[in-house]
Nanobody, 124 residues
Framework: QIRLAESGGGLVQPGGSLRLSCAGS????????LGWFRQAPGKEREGIVCINSGDSSTYYVDSVKGRFTVSRDNAKNTVFLQMNSRKPEDTAVYYC?????????????????WGQGTQVTVSS
């Protein structure tokens, strides 16, 4: 059974850091592109970063560029999202998605598998 499971969400103060994990089971994550998405209350789901298969090249949207870093641990079949310099507008449910065959895309329809999401709240 193919499954993605996010963990690491929680409450963080503005300016703080948090690291999310996305563990895959039932398939090898690095054979396909993987993306991180988020959905804030009342807003549409938005893609924020993707990491391609093979060379692990990355693409970040401007709102997180320089603050968020995606990385991969193939031995653990896990992808991480390090989030620094958090802002209140980063508050959202964060999802990882995998199984993408198109490089560099953050179009949700291009991703076959989704985790259940983890809540991240940035507040003082």
């Amino acid at each position: 059974q193919i499954r993605l499971a996010e963990s690491g969400g929680g409450l963080v103060q503005p300016g703080g850091s948090l690291r999310l994990s996305c563990a895959g089971s039932g398939f090898t994550l690095d054979r396909y592109g993987l993306g991180w998405f988020r959905q804030a209350p009342g807003k549409e789901r938005e893609g924020i970063v993707c990491i391609n298969s093979g060379d692990s090249s990355t693409y970040y949207v401007d709102s997180v560029k320089g603050r968020f870093t995606v990385s991969r641990d193939n031995a653990k079949n896990t992808v991480f999202l390090q989030m620094n310099s958090r802002k209140p507008e980063d508050t959202a449910v964060y999802y990882c998605a995998g199984g993408c065959a198109v490089r560099g895309t953050l179009v949700p329809a291009e991703y076959d598998y989704w985790g259940q999401g983890t809540q991240v709240t940035v507040s003082s």
